[in-house]
């Protein structure tokens, strides 16, 4: 655990040293669960939008974008069911005065658990060596069958008492399994209650005509009341997605794990809309899709997997997670949901307008069922930096801090450095960056030993380096160097640009 804690830290330290992620307000100490995005990190972000925009929308004839605002209509939000069930249950510490989401407390300890299960497991494997059977021993052991058996019993009393309100069961249930806590060890737990996430703010001049809004806890609901809109306009035939990206807002109890869980966050969604009866080829559709797409960017298949819902909201037929293997274990990062009729018919209900497309094929008109797929960006963010971020011993017994984001990703694509600060390498060097600016972020640096700028951009993250030294001034030819292997090759400048086109296509990348 102190593990994972210590990886954490060394995350958020590095991506505040390298201009990735700043406290917001730092100056005045922060404001909870509020980050800024700085140099580095803004291009990060805007990469990874992009790298999502391109795949799902200009790569798919039948998906389109929009760009909703973040007001709107409150009674969308009656409609949608948020201003009554999105909700989250709370708990507060007695003694520490300490707030927790009361399912979080349990999940915790359910991990535990499986933790436990796991180590049980490695421990097995070390001892019996290569004719150890994973599989037999995990569904044979009776320690390890214990662990997982009552973590399983746990995870099922909570849907339950979750799903029928039974909050009074779920603090029986923290009473039972002497849940503390985690900062203070105190089990002085007042009642669980519910807690709605959404801000409210107003809209107008004046107090008495001012109308209450939320800010919207998901860009959803853009996408739904501007269906027809789209339909209409974009002359859109069933099977077709509308997608957009967008800031999202939610109160959450407990923000504590820097841009995982934020206040103020952006989603990147998209909405298809299907002939019902067809929803569930297609929820598979895009579970498949959306896992090629993560594993695209090639951070490992092992730091992935689905989490299908036992549990599923009133308006799911079907529901998965994509779990992520952050610095602090197996977490949500994207959701495919299966989510019926239910939005679009909720605001038929509410806004007393049709929302229905007529089917040319099947000669009737009908509210279309909805598969949605849904992405935190910057959790996304927090996957491929976190994943990217390490720390090597390298042949000599030195070290390096690299940051390995897949090169699509990287803020800046190549540094180019003059060796020397004189005999008209500069000039070289910068003509260099001039040319290759109009394609690829480019940065120049002739501060420094050359060894200490290749490090510089390593713990950066820049994919490529070029130095023009004096046999460039002979020959026309630079060293281009690669992050991650630190391999060097001379190559003419002339070539330069179909290199990197070759390294940096989208095409390659997502194909
Ligand atoms: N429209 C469906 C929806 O909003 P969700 O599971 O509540 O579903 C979707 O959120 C995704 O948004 C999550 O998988 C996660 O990546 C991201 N997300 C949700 N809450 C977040 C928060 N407080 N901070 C950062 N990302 C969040």
Redesign the pocket.
Known sequence: MANQDDTFKKVIAHAKEYGYIFQSSEIYDGLS?VYDYGQNGAELKKNIRDYWWKSMVQMHQNIVGIDAAIFMHPTTWKASGHVDAFNDPLIDNKDSKKRYRADVLIEDYAEKLLQKAQKEITKAAKRFGDSFDEEQYKTTNPRVLGYLQKREDILARMGKSLGNEDLVDVKALIEELEIADPETGSKNWTDVRQFNLMFGTKLGASAETAMDLYLR????QGIFVNFLNVQKTGRMKIPFGIAQTGK?F?N?IV?RQF?????E?E?M?MQFFVQPGEELKWYEYWKETRLKWHLSLGLGEENYRFHDHDKLAHYANAAA?IEFNFPFGFK????I?SRTDFDLKAHEEHSGKKLKFFDPQRNESYVPYVV?T???L???FLAVFSKALQEETLEDGSSRTVLKLPNILAPTKVAVFPLVKKDGLPEIAQQIVDDIKWDYTVLYDEKDAVGKRYRRQDAAGTPFCITVDHETLENQTVTLRERDTMKQKRIKISDLQSILSEELSIKKWLN
């Open positions: 669960a806890p998901e860009t959803a999202a939610r959450e923000a841009i995982f869980r934020m206040r966050f989603q969604e997670d949500e990062l994207e959701g949901h949605e849904s992405i935190g910057d959790r996304m």
